[in-house]
């Protein structure tokens, strides 16, 4: 059993709802502007993808191998660490097919932005936040626990996160927004969404508060390392690719990586 000290505990959780609250900040890109930048959506969501892939495959992967190396021996640690990954990329892949994560487009002539069929919309709106809901609960789970063992993984995950976030907030709030006309419920709803990062989190250190051992914190790491990247590489890239005008993507891509590193690098000084 690894004993963690309750101030720990606060202050990861603390940093897990930050990072799930920025989905409000998405609602307020709608309700306060006449239409978001894609181009800074694009730089956005690249530069979250690049800091998600760099910590998960050079910090959290690594943390893996080393409880499993702990717990075990080299090999199996190396051995358990793998399948661990592997397992979380599988895990997200499961629930991306189950509940479709959607992505609203940020055109004017999407029909969403048509607000006469209100039914539909408010259709829209409500299978968007469920949907979202469900794959905020293991990112939730991933910044906790990144932050629990480790601030200085954990903080950088969260800031990738929130960025991350921000789109989330979009998409639920142009439907709620245009199907109800009510400030206040797009917000509440975007808001909400974002809720079930910290709600992910307790339930998730509730259930295995019990067996806190290194090969627990072994398989915690390896399936969130495979979660982060299979999110990059399927929600945040493209997404940040349909709304790139030039080279946004790859520029956000390579500064996601040089500031993480650069962070990480800081952070052990």
Known sequence: MIDIPSGHLWIAFAVTTAAGLATGLGSLMVLFSSRPNPRVLAFGLAFAGGAMVYVSLSEILNKSIAAFTTAYNDRLGFTYGTAAFLAGMLLIMAIDHLVPNPHESLDKKDP??????????????????????????????????????????????????????????????????????????????????????????????????????????????????????????????????????????????????????????LFKW
């Open 112 to 265: 969403v932005f048509d607000g006469s069929n209100r039914s539909y919309i408010k259709r829209v709106g409500l299978l968007t936040a469920v949907a979202i809901s469900a794959h905020n609960f293991p990112e939730g789970l991933a910044t906790f626990f990144a932050t629990l063992e480790s601030p200085s993984v954990g903080m950088p995950l969260a800031f990738a996160i929130a960025i991350h976030n921000v789109p989330e907030g979009i998409a639920i709030a142009v439907p709620v927004y245009f199907a109800t006309r009510n400030k206040f419920y797009a917000f509440g709803a975007s808001l909400l969404s974002g809720l079930a990062e910290p709600i992910g989190a307790a339930l998730g250190y509730f259930a295995l508060a019990g067996s806190l051992s290194h090969a627990t914190f072994g398989w915690v790491f390896g399936l969130i390392a495979g979660i982060m990247v299979f999110l990059a590489l399927d929600e945040l890239l493209p997404a940040a690719k349909r709304y790139a005008r030039g080279h946004e993507t790859v520029y956000g891509l390579v500064s996601g990586m040089a500031v993480l590193s650069i962070s990480l690098v």
